[in-house]
């Protein structure tokens, strides 16, 4: 966008860049927690974990941005999380002892819980990176728009990630070694682009929607796209839905409902 001007070069300083530089690094971290936990466990799995999100942007933003929740505002969030790991739980068979899991009739093990401990290391990161930005947002001194936030994070990420991915498997981005294992190269470009195009897509528009709205609803918000990434795969997959994936899913946005009801309640002042 900068370089054909649809997007107005932004002027950033040293001090700017310094600031920025551990929201790339944790926005970094977050997304490769996510694809590590995805590929070590069930999707609905590490959805329903990172359905825990609200309550980690509660504790970052009343570390970070001096933000203290009130009980009714904690209290709505329980339904939201609630309510996706209930929509979650019938998607795969999954045991909290040893996490011994069920995918596509084939039987795995996860026997040192890393699927679940790097979705919650995921969540972690992913918020702080959402509370951090949002400080930069409202700083006077170093605030910037979304777009150019967003944009300066992502090629700090490619510039942090890129040497570590091409040194640890680079040559399995090659044709040869992808007709090796069997896979349509052309099919891979095509799918792989039209991912990072979408990817890229949601988290451009997260920010947008960051710089409106307080970490809390954002990760809200987050909380009801997973309940949405689960019926998709549903429709998708044509996966037959239980009577507790309805429950789940009905009880997620009605905790939803619920949350912007209570946001709306303005706290009483004190008489003189």
């Not at 040293?14 to 995805?38: C, E, K, R, Y």
């Not at 609905?44 to 001096?66: D, N, Q, R, Y």
């Amino acid at each position: 966008m900068w370089t054909f001007n649809l997007y107005k070069r932004p002027k950033i300083n040293g001090a700017q860049l310094a600031a920025i530089l551990p929201l790339a690094v944790v926005h970094t971290l977050g997304n490769l927690f996510t694809n590590m936990s995805l590929g070590k466990v069930a999707v609905s799995f590490t959805h329903t974990i990172k359905a825990m999100e609200p309550f980690f942007s509660v504790v970052l933003s009343a570390m970070f941005l001096g933000e203290l929740p009130t009980l009714w505002v904690v209290a709505s969030l329980v339904p939201i999380v609630g309510g996706v790991a209930l929509a979650s739980v019938t998607e795969a068979s999954f045991n909290w002892c040893d996490y011994a899991l069920v995918l596509d009739n084939k039987t795995t093990s996860d026997p040192l819980g890393a699927g679940f401990w790097t979705a919650m290391a995921s969540n972690l990161t992913n918020q702080s990176r959402n509370v951090l930005s949002k400080k930069v947002m409202v700083n006077k001194e170093e605030s910037m728009d979304n777009i150019t936030l967003f944009s300066i994070i992502t090629i700090m990420s490619l510039i942090l990630l890129a040497p570590v991915a091409i040194f640890m498997e680079g040559v399995k981005f090659t044709p040869a070694y992808l007709q090796s294992a069997g896979l349509n190269v052309k099919e891979v470009v095509v799918r792989s682009l039209l991912a990072a195009l979408c990817f890229h897509a949601y988290q451009q528009v997260s920010y947008m929607i960051l710089q409106r709205v307080s970490p809390v609803t954002h990760s809200v918000g987050n909380c009801v796209k997973r309940v949405v990434v689960i019926v998709s795969s549903v429709l998708f997959f044509k996966t037959p839905v239980s009577p507790i994936n309805s429950l789940g899913t009905g009880i997620a946005l009605a905790g939803v409902f619920l949350y912007s009801r209570v946001k709306r309640i303005k706290p009483k002042t004190k008489a003189a």
